[in-house]
């Protein structure tokens, strides 16, 4: 009996034991299902917010009719925030494995609340108000206040997704499974893309009041850039013309050609010696040459004051454009007769404005001439509202995007809103998470060969990781393959404009290409080669690393120069991209993002 007295409280011990135990398996088994059920709810919370963001996103050109579905994004958000915020799930996050999965999809949850209650639904509410038609100028004049009324919205906007774009890239991706990483990466490049959007519209209404003249009149200079002619922002400067803004009314009120313009003899402004050092003084002394310096905050102040000295008048900024972008807005207004007879569309206008001109006309003071016709007939269709305003502000948002469509002022407040934006045109900048190339190309034929040129950027890192992204300390290589795919009789086929006619020392049909190529910062340069065996030149600019290389192609001859890269001490950026010379090609893209496993 003793024995079995004694041992009593040892099988209650190990009773309680058990009972703790079972109660402890119960509450996780209670939690992994509450948790399990809420995460499957939130999951479809979720998708529901991808699906009407979707839908917005294809109204979004009419705010009334996208209006409906933001608030259904905002509601679904709201569910799934609520879903994944309480205390049960907050104490699944301290666990380990699934801990990490748990806290990024409530990030994520997050964030889209954010986004949609404080970013989108009021920015909505106020542009429901208005259709897009509200944006089309009626006999000439555009309604400012429309911009005044959405600037508030837009930067309160702006500020919610660039947070919201934060705090899902803080997440530690390391612990992750697959499934969990690759929505993570889809949802930070979705917000990282909505933040720079919204960052736009908000500076757009900031900005465009001032300059459509809501405060007193401004005056800008378009430079046409001929994208047949390369320069580093895109083309030579051609045609001219002056654009005046008062109360919401635009005005075409001059146009010129850079044939009428000298050689200023010396540069018309200073320029920093490391600029000066890799392009000469050209581009401080001829109009054409202005946009070789691949910034556009060098340029067009350059523009300005050569326009003020051959014409006498000062503007209040510069704007550069090509035939690409004015295809793109051809798309919105439709096709316009010129005076010549020729109907100018958005399938014509690239080859029409860039190469059968010279065909046709072979005075340049003609060309030129047929080139302000066709500008001015475009612009008048734009002014008289004729074009459809959402096709328009895509066309313009396209032609942004790709560096077709240029923005300097020199109001300082409103250059200091056009900031760092692809509007302003200026280097390609990096950062700790990116390393940023520059392909810049220049025409040194003396001619309009490059229009039968491409160029083929392509950029890869060495070895990756497991997610496809760049090795800490893995290197770049950048491949630039220029090819020149004029005619083979192209000497005596093609217009001795087009050709140059051997005038500046290339012999007809060849076609001599001077490529700035700008490395990243944090970057050293381990190898460089050309197909040809020839070498490079070189210098600095900026902090960068410039390598230069010149070449002479016949038709039919392509080169290919190659540059392998690594960090400069420390671990690489995870991401890599390449800003290129915007060519007549629209399909042909500006901003090359970086592969893996060798160029």
Request: charged share 20%; with cysteine.
């Amino acid at each position: 009996m003793p024995d079995a007295v004694s041992s009593r409280p040892l099988r209650r011990a190990q009773l309680a034991l058990i009972a703790v135990a079972a109660a402890f398996l119960l509450a996780v088994i209670v939690l992994a299902a509450w948790v399990g059920v809420r995460a499957a709810l939130a999951y479809g919370e979720l998708r529901e917010v991808e699906s009407s963001a979707r839908t917005a996103v294809d109204l979004i050109a009419d705010p009334a009719a996208a209006a409906p579905h933001i608030a259904d994004v905002a509601d679904h958000a709201a569910s799934a925030r609520d879903l994944t915020s309480d205390p049960l799930w907050r104490l699944a996050e301290g666990a380990p494995w699934i801990g990490p999965q748990l806290r990024a999809v409530s990030t994520i949850a997050a964030a889209a609340d954010d986004v949609a209650r404080d970013g989108l639904l009021p920015l909505a509410d106020v542009a429901s108000a208005f259709s897009a038609d509200a944006f089309r100028p009626v006999d000439g004049r555009i309604d400012t206040a429309i911009f005044t009324e959405i600037a508030g919205p837009a930067r309160a906007g702006a500020d919610t997704v660039a947070a919201a774009a934060a705090s899902v890239s803080a997440l530690d991706d390391t612990p992750l499974l697959g499934p969990v990483r690759s929505a993570v990466d889809e949802v930070a490049t979705l917000l990282d893309t909505g933040a720079t959007a919204t960052d736009a519209l908000a500076r757009a209404a900031s900005l465009l009041p001032a300059m459509l003249g809501a405060s007193g009149e401004r005056t800008y200079l378009v430079a046409f850039q001929n994208n047949a002619e390369w320069r580093s922002m895109g083309g030579i400067v051609g045609a001219m013309a002056v654009i005046r803004t008062a109360d919401g009314r635009i005005e075409l009120t001059g146009q010129g050609s850079s044939s009428d313009f000298r050689n200023f003899g010396e540069p018309v402004l200073p320029l920093d010696p490391e600029i000066e050092r890799i392009y000469e003084t050209r581009p401080a002394r001829y109009i054409q040459n202005v946009t070789q310096v691949p910034d556009f905050t060098v340029g067009a102040p350059l523009a300005r004051e050569m326009w003020l000295r051959e014409t006498g008048q000062s503007v209040d900024g510069v704007i550069a454009t090509d035939p690409v972008a004015l295809s793109y807005i051809l798309e919105a207004t439709g096709p316009v007769e010129l005076p010549t007879g020729d109907v100018l569309s958005s399938e014509n206008a690239v080859a029409l404005l860039l190469n059968d001109v010279y065909a046709r006309y072979e005075d340049p003071r003609a060309q030129d001439a047929f080139f302000a016709a066709a500008s001015a007939a475009v612009f008048e269709r734009l002014a008289a509202g004729a074009a459809d305003p959402a096709t328009l502000i895509s066309a313009l948002g396209r032609a942004g995007d790709q560096r077709r469509l240029l923005l300097w002022s020199a109001v300082p407040e409103d250059q200091a809103v056009l900031g760092d934006t692809t509007l302003a045109g200026t280097l390609p900048a990096g950062d700790d998470d990116t390393a940023a190339f520059g392909v810049f190309l220049n025409d040194g034929t003396g001619s309009k060969m490059d229009y039968y040129l491409t160029a083929d950027t392509r950029l890869a890192w060495q070895s990756c990781t497991a997610d496809g992204r760049g090795a800490a300390d893995a290197p770049l290589t950048l491949d630039v393959t220029v090819t020149n795919n004029a005619p083979p009789d192209a000497a005596t086929s093609l217009p001795e404009y087009v050709t140059g006619g051997g005038a500046f020392g290339v012999p007809a049909g060849v076609a001599r290409t001077v490529a700035y190529l700008y490395l990243p910062e944090g970057y050293a340069l381990s190898s460089a080669t050309r197909s040809d065996g020839a070498g490079f030149g070189g210098g600095s600019h900026a902090g960068r690393q410039v390598m230069v290389f010149s070449s002479d192609l016949a038709p039919g001859q392509s080169v290919t120069a190659t540059l392998t890269v690594t960090p400069d001490g420390g671990a690489g950026a995870a991401s890599a991209s390449a800003a290129v010379t915007p060519t007549i090609d629209a399909n042909r893209p500006t901003i090359v993002v970086a592969g893996c496993g060798g160029a």
